[in-house]
Structure formats: structure tokens, C-alpha cells
């Protein structure tokens, strides 16, 4: 038996609602549901589809993925996604098998707890400076490949709140602590690379990431990377999300290691 399991009204974005699936006067099975409001669309994360190792098998996980279907059919979503790390084939063609389409691989990496990292050998003329207003065109331009728009909605990435200006000054100057930071990259001249540091709580920080492909990609990485340990990796951990296949060795080689590669997948009424 399905049954509904509310914990919120539907204004946050955590998985607080969602389904339980019940069997011999147990719950052996759930899927939460998590609500993303992006520029006045709410899109929805299946967050969690769990059953319990005695009842797998049995149909379960689809009857309640169906179920979370039903839910934004009934309120006339028309965006619901999931995320299912990519060496779980049986779920992924469980999901193939009711509509969903894969839309994005991506890496979620996570620096060591507390690393001081060493100062690099930098090559003459690379650098890391504050993001000047003249670097945001190419930064908005490398944010776009990256985080592309169809799942812009899960970083909240507004470009309202990434690009320069006065208003971004004073924040930066009365909330320090408090507000995104972003740093250039230079080999001489040339803008190879920019990142933004992002607060999140006491323990995690995010950043974000955005490069010259068709430059040295991976001497972009280990700069602004190992800048970012250094200016904050001691008292937090530092999480990236960035799409699979890039900077793999950079990233390993700044001391961050791979926490998960996970398969974006989006629902499409056949």
C-alpha cells in the first residue's frame, strides 16, 4: 500500500513529502519528493527511492517512482527530474522504462576535511586575481557550458546575482561572510578561467567553475582550485558539481576526490 507522507506545504526545497509503501504493518519502502522554484517554475527532484532488502523485487521501486508521476501530473508540473548515480543500471532502466530521458553526467567533488594545501608551481605569468567587471561576459559565457539551463534550477544560479556591480560592492563589503566571491584566472593576458566561491554553512562551501575549453583546461583547474584550498579549505570542506569527463586529473591532483557520478535524468510523457 502507497501512502502519502506530508511534511512541508511545498515552499522549500528539501525532501521534508513524499511516500511510503507499507507491507505486514511495516514501512519497507519510500520516495521523497523535493520542490525547486526557478524562475516562476517549480521543478521537482525525485530525491530518494528506497526499499528495504526483504521486499526488493517486487515492483515496489516502480510503484512509487509512479506514484512521485502522479503527484506533479496532479498539479500540473511539467518538470520532474532524478538523479541515479550511473552504475545502477537496473534503476536506470527502471526510470528509461517510464519516461525518463537522460539529460546530464556529472561529478560531484569534494576536497579533503581541513587541507591546507601547498603552494603551487605556477607557470610564468599564470595568475589568480579578483574577478574584474570586464571578465564577467566570459564568465557568464564558461557558467552557461557548465551549468547549462535546463538544470540551472538546482544551483540557483541566477546571473542577477553573479555579475558585478554596485550593489554586489556593498554586499561583498557589509556581508563578506556571508556572499559569492568570484576569482579570474590569467596566463599573462588571457582569462583561461573563473571561480565563485559560494557560504553555505559552517562545514561545506561550493564553488563553481567556469574555463577556456579550448585552452589548457586543466592548468585553469589546478590554479583556481588550489587558490580556493588555500583561501578556504582549512576550517571546511569545498564541494564542486562539474560535468563528467572534464578535469578528472586536475582535480585529483588539487586534492579533491571524486564523492559521486551521478546520471541527471528528466520525465517525458511518451
Same mark, same amino acid.
Given at each position: 500500500?502507497?501512502? !502519502? *507522507?506530508?511534511?512541508?506545504? @511545498? /515552499?522549500?526545497?528539501?525532501?521534508?513529502?513524499?511516500? *511510503?509503501?507499507?507491507? #505486514?504493518?511495516?514501512?519497507?519502502?519510500?520516495?521523497?519528493?523535493?520542490?525547486?522554484? !526557478?524562475?516562476?517554475? !517549480?521543478?521537482?527532484?525525485?530525491?530518494?527511492?528506497?526499499?528495504? %532488502?526483504?521486499?526488493?523485487?517486487?515492483?515496489?521501486?516502480?510503484?512509487?517512482?509512479?506514484?512521485?508521476?502522479?503527484?506533479?501530473?496532479?498539479?500540473?508540473?511539467?518538470?520532474?527530474?532524478?538523479?541515479?548515480?550511473?552504475?545502477?543500471?537496473?534503476?536506470?532502466?527502471?526510470?528509461?522504462?517510464?519516461?525518463?530521458?537522460?539529460?546530464?553526467?556529472?561529478? $560531484?567533488?569534494?576536497?579533503? #576535511?581541513?587541507?591546507?594545501?601547498?603552494?603551487?608551481?605556477?607557470?610564468?605569468?599564470?595568475? *589568480?586575481? %579578483? /574577478?574584474?567587471? +570586464?571578465?564577467?561576459?566570459?564568465?557568464?559565457?564558461?557558467?552557461?557550458?557548465?551549468?547549462?539551463?535546463?538544470?540551472? !534550477?538546482?544551483?540557483?544560479?541566477?546571473?542577477? #546575482?553573479? =555579475?558585478?556591480?554596485?550593489?554586489?560592492?556593498?554586499?561583498? &563589503?557589509?556581508?563578506?561572510?556571508?556572499?559569492?566571491?568570484?576569482?579570474? =584566472? &590569467? #596566463?599573462?593576458?588571457?582569462?583561461?578561467?573563473?571561480?565563485?566561491?559560494?557560504?553555505?554553512?559552517?562545514?561545506?562551501?561550493?564553488?563553481?567553475?567556469?574555463?577556456?575549453?579550448?585552452?589548457?583546461?586543466?592548468?585553469?583547474?589546478?590554479?583556481?582550485?588550489?587558490?580556493?584550498?588555500?583561501?578556504?579549505?582549512?576550517?571546511?570542506?569545498?564541494?564542486?558539481?562539474?560535468?563528467?569527463?572534464?578535469?578528472?586529473?586536475?582535480? @585529483?591532483?588539487?586534492?579533491?576526490?571524486?564523492?559521486? $557520478?551521478?546520471?541527471?535524468?528528466?520525465?517525458?510523457? +511518451?
Amino acid at each position: 500500500m502507497v501512502r !502519502w *507522507v506530508d511534511g512541508s506545504r @511545498e /515552499r522549500i526545497s528539501v525532501p521534508l513529502f513524499g511516500y *511510503v509503501w507499507e507491507e #505486514d504493518g511495516k514501512i519497507v519502502g519510500n520516495v521523497s519528493l523535493s520542490p525547486f522554484q !526557478w524562475q516562476k517554475k !517549480w521543478y521537482y527532484l525525485i530525491a530518494n527511492v528506497a526499499v528495504h %532488502p526483504d521486499y526488493r523485487r517486487k515492483g515496489i521501486a516502480k510503484k512509487l517512482t509512479q506514484q512521485a508521476v502522479e503527484h506533479i501530473r496532479y498539479r500540473k508540473v511539467e518538470n520532474l527530474w532524478l538523479q541515479v548515480k550511473d552504475y545502477n543500471y537496473p534503476a536506470i532502466q527502471l526510470y528509461e522504462s517510464l519516461g525518463f530521458k537522460k539529460r546530464e553526467k556529472r561529478n $560531484t567533488w569534494r576536497s579533503s #576535511d581541513f587541507l591546507y594545501a601547498p603552494e603551487p608551481e605556477l607557470k610564468n605569468g599564470l595568475h *589568480v586575481v %579578483p /574577478r574584474a567587471r +570586464k571578465d564577467w561576459v566570459m564568465q557568464k559565457q564558461w557558467l552557461d557550458e557548465t551549468y547549462p539551463e535546463a538544470i540551472r !534550477w538546482y544551483f540557483g544560479l541566477h546571473d542577477a #546575482d553573479m =555579475a558585478p556591480g554596485l550593489l554586489r560592492s556593498l554586499e561583498n &563589503y557589509l556581508l563578506y561572510e556571508q556572499v559569492m566571491h568570484h576569482f579570474s =584566472a &590569467y #596566463d599573462k593576458q588571457n582569462l583561461i578561467g573563473i571561480l565563485t566561491h559560494q557560504p553555505v554553512n559552517s562545514k561545506v562551501h561550493h564553488l563553481y567553475l567556469g574555463t577556456d575549453q579550448t585552452a589548457d583546461e586543466d592548468v585553469a583547474l589546478r590554479s583556481l582550485l588550489g587558490f580556493a584550498l588555500r583561501m578556504y579549505g582549512q576550517e571546511r570542506a569545498l564541494r564542486i558539481n562539474y560535468p563528467f569527463g572534464r578535469g578528472h586529473s586536475a582535480f @585529483e591532483d588539487s586534492y579533491f576526490y571524486l564523492q559521486n $557520478t551521478l546520471i541527471w535524468m528528466s520525465f517525458e510523457e +511518451k
